[in-house]
């Protein structure tokens, strides 16, 4: 992956999973909810099985799975972790905007 590619992908997909998360932590009043959501979109972007196929054949779909997330290359996981870094942070800003008396909704 070329380096401006890179740098792109991690910036986009921070401001998408802060702004996500910054709005769902607002309606939902949960400061966390991104945080925990978050593996199940990861796991939906790295593997091209449908959610109902874990459910039918779990030890087949966990399986791929597993290889798929140890086949990742070192820039899919900088990209992702700037997403869950994202994620993080907006559930972190929810927390001091509340203690410092904003209310949202």
Not at 14 to 43: E, Q, T
Request: charged share 10%; hydrophobic share 60%.
């Amino acid at each position: 992956m070329a380096l401006p590619t890179l740098i792109i992908s991690v910036v986009l997909f921070f401001i998408l999973f802060f702004g996500i998360g910054f709005l769902l932590n607002m309606l939902f009043r949960s400061s966390w909810i991104m945080v925990i959501i978050f593996p199940i979109i990861a796991i939906y972007i790295v593997n091209e099985l449908k959610l109902i196929e874990y459910f039918r054949h779990p030890g087949e779909a966990f399986g791929g799975l597993g290889e798929k997330l140890a086949g990742l290359y070192a820039a899919d996981i900088t990209i992702l972790l700037s997403g869950l870094v994202g994620a993080i942070l907006a559930g972190v800003i929810i927390k001091v905007l509340r203690k410092k008396g904003y209310q949202m909704f």
